[in-house]
T-cell receptor, first 113, second 114 residues
Framework: NAGVMQNPRHLVRRRGQEARLRCSPMKGHSHVYWYRQLPEEGLKFMVYLQKENIIDESGMPKERFSAEFPKEGPSILRIQQVVRGDSAAYFC???????????FGPGTRLTVL | AQSVTQLDSQVPVFEEAPVELRCNYSSSVSVYLFWYVQYPNQGLQLLLKYLSGSTLVKGINGFEAEFNKSQTSFHLRKPSVHISDTAEYFCAVPSHSSASKIIFGSGTRLSIRP
């Protein structure tokens, strides 16, 4: 049973470009969570999604960031017009239900030049 | 607001020595508590969790933690560490406002000296 998959593992973008981060949850998990880890800090919640629905986006920046979890395919975290401050590790987690333990992927490390 | 405090940002210890990583939480209601470990360049792995019952929780890799309600603490311990325990350790609680949201401490970097 494969764990949570994230790709790419490393992503380099220039300021102003778009970044797309993908997350495939564990088999049987329909709940996906995105977290951001800035250098030397802990993880901060960004958004919680179920299939085709955003349940809680209270941690998402108001602009440039969006997330989706379509009926088919991975969850996507999209960052438009990236800035240097977006450089961070972005982690995805999944769970079979709301109150279950969240299982984390290996993360995508975004570097904005 | 809920918070998790890890007072020690770095803890250096010698191999085979005991270690304690401190975690304090703020909450006026019953809590669940977690410890996660992040090995270099990897994602987070659940080390152990407290949901209810016995206040002493045993996890993977020989780690254990004790829930202390009066001191609002959930310190992580291991009696004898190995080089392979070198990692960052995060204490965490689920948010009361949204169980789907986990609130993480700032992390403690454990470095093991031979």
């Amino acid at each position: 049973n494969a764990g949570v998959m994230q790709n790419p593992r490393h992503l380099v973008r220039r300021r102003g470009q778009e970044a797309r981060l993908r997350c495939s949850p564990m088999k049987g998990h329909s709940h996906v969570y995105w977290y951001r880890q800035l250098p030397e800090e802990g993880l901060k919640f960004m958004v919680y999604l179920q299939k085709e629905n955003i349940i809680d986006e209270s941690g998402m920046p108001k602009e440039r960031f969006s997330a989706e979890f379509p009926k088919e395919g991975p969850s996507i975290l999209r960052i438009q017009q990236v800035v240097r401050g977006d450089s961070a590790a972005y982690f995805c987690a999944s769970s079979p239900g709301t109150t279950n333990t969240q299982y984390f992927g290996p993360g995508t490390r975004l570097t904005v030049l | 607001a809920q918070s998790v405090t890890q007072l020690d940002s770095q803890v250096p210890v010698f191999e085979e020595a005991p270690v304690e990583l401190r975690c304090n939480y703020s909450s006026s209601v019953s809590v669940y508590l977690f410890w996660y470990v992040q090995y270099p360049n990897q994602g987070l792995q659940l080390l152990l969790k407290y949901l209810s019952g016995s206040t002493l929780v045993k996890g993977i890799n020989g780690f254990e933690a004790e829930f202390n309600k009066s001191q609002t603490s959930f310190h992580l311990r291991k009696p004898s560490v190995h080089i392979s325990d070198t990692a960052e350790y995060f204490c965490a609680v689920p948010s009361h406002s949204s169980a789907s949201k986990i609130i993480f401490g700032s992390g403690t970097r454990l470095s093991i000296r031979p």
